[in-house]
């Protein structure tokens, strides 16, 4: 936990950035009848009922020091997904960085070991000579800051029936540029000193242990 936090508590530093990532499903929801068009002072009206269109995946991306997120649709979420994922994060998205530390969750796709059943040796070595990883404690992925972006997504953009992978990665795609352009960031308060202070159950007591 406190590797985490004291990663958040940094000073920035672009040759080293750390960027929060984790991964969230999203239910294509179609309409079985065409909706009302909205009249002046009156919303638009739906169906309450609905067509299941399948799931697809988005991979969020949040830099913590600077206003910058990214999201990435993809039919699934298997290590080969995961790994593309991380090469982008090293080729395109921070290619000048000395290295990247990466804050996710503990899943068994989340590893080194993804990116060598993706790519030949040589070419995942590269990659993870750039990567740092940093991980969430078990039942603790509230640690991971993008876990709040995700929330801002779902309420900002997701709170609504989107029944095809085109039209959500379109109006993501919107989303993300707004946040982006108004330069919206995370303002987190936890840190270390608060984790030892509030959550001292977590902690061992040597004091018992003599």
């Known amino acids: 936990m406190e590797d985490v ?3 958040y508590a940094e000073a920035p530093d672009p040759g080293r950035p750390v960027v929060c990532f984790d991964e969230s499903p999203v239910q294509l929801i179609g309409e079985v009848r065409q909706p009302i068009p909205p009249r002046p002072g009156r919303p638009e009206r739906y169906d309450y009922e609905y067509r299941r269109n399948g799931t697809v995946n988005l991979f969020v991306l949040l830099d913590v020091h600077r206003p910058w997120r990214k999201v990435k ?3 699934r979420r298997t290590a080969k997904d995961y790994a593309q994922c991380m090469r982008d994060l090293v080729d ?8 990247i530390r990466v804050v996710q ?3 068994s796709t989340h590893s080194a070991g993804a990116l060598y059943q993706t790519f030949p040796p ?3 070595r590269r990659i993870l000579r750039r990567i740092e990883f940093h991980y969430a404690p078990k039942h603790a992925s ?3 800051m993008v876990e709040i972006e995700i929330g801002v997504l779902r309420g900002q953009c997701l ?6 992978p085109k039209r959500l990665r379109r109006e993501i795609s919107a989303w993300e540029r707004q946040r982006n352009a108004a330069r919206s960031c995370i303002k987190w308060m936890f840190t270390t000193q608060k984790a030892r202070a509030k959550m001292g ?5 040597p004091s018992k242990e003599s």
């Not at 395109?92 to 290295?99: L, R, S, T, V």
């Not at 709170?159 to 095809?164: E, F, G, K």
């Not at 159950?201 to 007591?205: H, S």
């Open 105 to 107: 969750d503990n899943l």
């Open 122 to 124: 040589a070419e995942a």
């Open 5 to 7: 936090l004291d990663l």
């Open 73 to 75: 649709l993809t039919e």
């Open 201 to 205: 159950r977590a902690y061992p007591n």
């Open 92 to 99: 395109i998205h921070y290619p000048d960085a000395e290295i």
């Open 159 to 164: 709170d609504r029936r989107i029944d095809t």
């Open 142 to 144: 509230w640690l991971n």
